[in-house]
């Protein structure tokens, strides 16, 4: 079988883009995880799947570099956006669904704005905040953000025992630059690596600075692979609506795999 793929990239989070609007897709925790591997598939962070929705102009299912069936992914979605722009789906606003229920979205030239899930609860403990921005993230503060070991840190705090034995968790880290302005790095569950970028754990990193900073929206967070930019709208009860991620997203190549 051949399988016609699309690679795209948002500020280095990089994605397997397949159109499956036809379903024809075979859907394989090992094949996604093969093609995902970096030395011996196409390489990639995850595999995002464009189908068909009743209501929308497109559903994405998502998977993260090991095969499973993630949660949401932030640079995915701006991504996918593109995908679905460059198919010719929509031409400036659009709306999908994702696991995380309905996103909207819009394109200005390379810039992709996605409008995030609301965020209806912020655990704060004195050394990290916990929220769910569609995915679930833990957010801490270091020093010097260079010399973090994010991958040996992260993993103690993915498989530790508060999150281990519940799924896991995406584990960021920030350096306040300045005011309004984050370095952000993030390990990723389901790659269980550092990947250049995180979209939803960015969100989550802005809005942890916001209650811990007392910073308005929008708030800038640089990221090993790029630059991005969250807006907000805070509520009573450290929630969070009208949430946007906002960063350039891109084609990189296109090609053809047989299985
Ligand atoms: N890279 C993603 C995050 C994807 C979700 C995550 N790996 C998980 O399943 O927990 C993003 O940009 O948000």
Redesign the pocket.
Same mark, same amino acid.
């Given at each position: 079988m051949e399988i016609t793929f699309y690679k795209y990239q948002g500020t280095g989070?990089d994605f397997v883009m397949i159109d499956d609007r036809s379903e024809n897709f075979p859907v394989d925790n090992e094949l996604i995880a093969h093609l995902c591997h970096r030395r011996f598939g196409i390489g990639a962070?995850?595999l995002i799947l464009l189908r068909h929705a009743e209501g929308y102009d497109f559903r994405m299912v998502y998977f993260?570099a090991d095969g499973g069936e993630?949660?949401? !992914? /932030?640079? =995915?979605g701006r991504c996918v956006v593109r995908f679905a722009h460059d198919l010719g789906i929509f031409s400036e606003h659009t709306s999908f669904i994702a696991v995380d229920g309905p996103h909207e979205a819009s394109v200005d030239g390379e810039v992709i704005s996605l409008k995030m899930s609301p965020v209806n609860k912020v655990e704060q403990y004195e050394a990290y905040d916990f929220m769910n921005t569609g995915?679930?993230h833990y957010v801490t503060y270091v020093d010097d953000i260079k010399e973090t070991e994010v991958v040996e840190i992260g993993k103690d705090i993915r498989y530790g025992p508060k999150y281990g034995p519940v799924g896991g968790t995406?584990v960021n880290f920030i350096e306040v630059l300045r005011n309004n302005h984050l370095s952000v790095r993030t390990y990723?569950?389901?790659?269980e690596d550092e990947?250049y970028s !995180? /979209?939803? =754990?960015v969100t989550a990193c802005a809005l942890s600075a916001h209650l811990r900073e007392g910073w308005a929206s929008p708030i800038v967070v640089d990221t090993v692979g790029g630059t991005l930019e969250v807006s907000f709208n805070a509520l009573p009860g450290n929630t969070f609506d009208e949430i946007y991620l906002t960063g350039p997203a891109m084609r990189v190549y296109e090609g053809r795999v047989t299985q």
């Open positions: 989070n962070d995850g993260n993630g949660s949401m !992914c /932030g640079n =995915g995915s679930p995406n990723e569950r389901g790659v990947t !995180c /979209g939803t =754990g």
